[in-house]
């Protein structure tokens, strides 16, 4: 009989940042505000690579219970014994050290996308995981949407037929007034220090909808790799600002088309009527998901035979009704417990390996489209004192 006690996780927050806060008010969301009764999030302690006070601040800002502990390092988050998993959500630059400092102390990690600046650190990140025996996985939220699973049963269902093609856009109109892109060359988003550009931040979700829908759904033994052809402008400080890329999987047919850019928006106007950012499109009919492709909350079925008559579904995302709160964020959370509390050491709805196939796709990308990152970002040798671990900037 299943217990009626609830599986609590203990989190560890690495990093203070933007996505950081947002993902850990989720956690402290009423868990029973989405259905969800066989888990629940506790947030144990929070690092911050420059300050103490920082952590300390955002313990505060986001609310967490007063026991959170307040570290002004990650090594001494990851040496806490309180902490069942870290959730990593420094810059991709970061990721690889970061991730391999928890691993290597032992701790379950979720790590934010991308998951690392190329495929030999994802390699590597997996075989501590294997060899610490500890559940791993990347945080691309979207996969555990209501949305996107039955996105990939519809597909699985046959219900669009044969599927042949998929093309997503994930772009931001950033584009400012005097041509240059709206961010300072510093910021995360265009510095190669950070391995900045449209591809590792925004590109992920165009590649996530072409493999959840191209190559997930595929039996095991017939997933592919697929062939690259890429397009990548670049910007005046090195890193990709618009870049295109035309996924090949030979054996199936099948076509992928993943963009994404800095200088034009998949939403013109800001206001949701731009039409689908992703068309999924099959021999018998075509599934299209409106919204940014990483917060989708609507998609259509089109049959070939409809005459007009589309089945539109919208996947809202629960709220809290008092603070208006909640941002899907949670349900990643949740299948981090479920895999915890199951001894299930990867997700089945983002496996290992498909996170390393998809950064074999971006890495390829980038050699094509020449986009080099500096060495202490690239290397895939683990230094628990690298300053991406310490934070000596
Ligand atoms: N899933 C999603 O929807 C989203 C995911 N992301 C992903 O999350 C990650 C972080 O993005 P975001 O939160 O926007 O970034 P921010 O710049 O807001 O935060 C990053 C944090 O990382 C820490 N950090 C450590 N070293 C550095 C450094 N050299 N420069 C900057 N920050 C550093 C800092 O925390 P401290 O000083 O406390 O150590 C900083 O606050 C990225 O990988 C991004 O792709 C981002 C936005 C949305
Ligand atoms: O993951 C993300 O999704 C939302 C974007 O605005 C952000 O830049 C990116 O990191």
């Not at 002004?72 to 870290?86: C, F, N, Q, R, T």
């Not at 959370?333 to 089945?348: I, P, T, W």
Request: aromatic fraction near 8%.
């Amino acid at each position: 009989m299943a217990s009626s006690t609830p599986y609590t996780v203990r989190w560890g927050i690495m990093a203070t940042g933007w996505i950081a806060e947002v993902f850990t008010k989720d956690l402290l969301a009423n868990p029973a505000l989405r259905n969800v009764q066989d888990v629940r999030h506790e947030v144990a302690a929070v690092a911050s690579s420059s300050a103490k006070d920082r952590a300390a601040d955002f313990i505060n800002k986001v609310k967490a219970p007063s026991s959170a502990k307040a570290y002004g390092s990650y090594h001494e988050l990851v040496a806490d014994p309180d902490v069942d998993i870290v959730y990593v959500a420094t810059p991709h630059s970061h990721h690889f050290q970061n991730a391999m400092l928890a691993l290597e102390a032992g701790k379950n990690v979720l790590c934010e996308k991308a998951l690392t600046v190329n495929a030999s650190q994802a390699r590597k990140l997996v075989e501590t995981a294997k060899d610490k025996g500890v559940f791993f996985m990347e945080a691309v939220w979207t996969r555990y949407f209501p949305l996107s699973i039955q996105v990939r049963d519809l597909i699985s269902s046959g219900a669009i037929g044969d599927v042949y093609r998929t093309i997503a856009d994930l772009s931001l109109a950033k584009q400012g007034a005097d041509g240059k892109i709206d961010y300072p060359d510093a910021n995360r988003m265009v510095n190669p220090e950070l391995a900045g550009g449209a591809l590792l931040d925004l590109g992920i979700y165009a590649l996530t909808w072409v493999f959840q829908t191209l190559y997930h759904v595929q039996p095991e033994a017939q997933k592919e790799a697929p062939k690259v052809t890429a397009a990548v402008n670049k910007y005046h400080t090195g890193a990709d600002e618009t870049t295109s890329i035309i996924l090949q999987f030979p054996n199936h047919k099948s076509h992928g088309i993943a963009l994404t850019s800095l200088r034009v928006g998949s939403d013109v106007d800001g206001t949701k009527s731009s039409g689908a950012a992703i068309r999924i499109q099959g021999s018998e009919g075509e599934i299209q998901v409106m919204g940014p492709a990483y917060c989708p909350l609507q998609y259509r079925v089109i049959k070939k035979d409809s005459n007009g008559d589309i089945k539109i579904v919208d996947c809202p995302i629960p709220k809290d009704p008092e603070s208006g709160w909640g941002q899907g964020m949670f349900w990643e959370a949740d299948e981090c417990a479920r895999c915890l509390r199951d001894g299930q050491k990867e997700s089945k709805s983002l496996p290992w390996t498909e996170s390393i196939v998809i950064m074999e796709v971006m890495e390829e990308t980038l050699r094509q489209g020449g986009v080099v990152y500096p060495d202490v970002i690239t290397t895939d040798v683990y230094d628990a004192q690298s300053p991406l671990n310490t934070g000596k900037r």
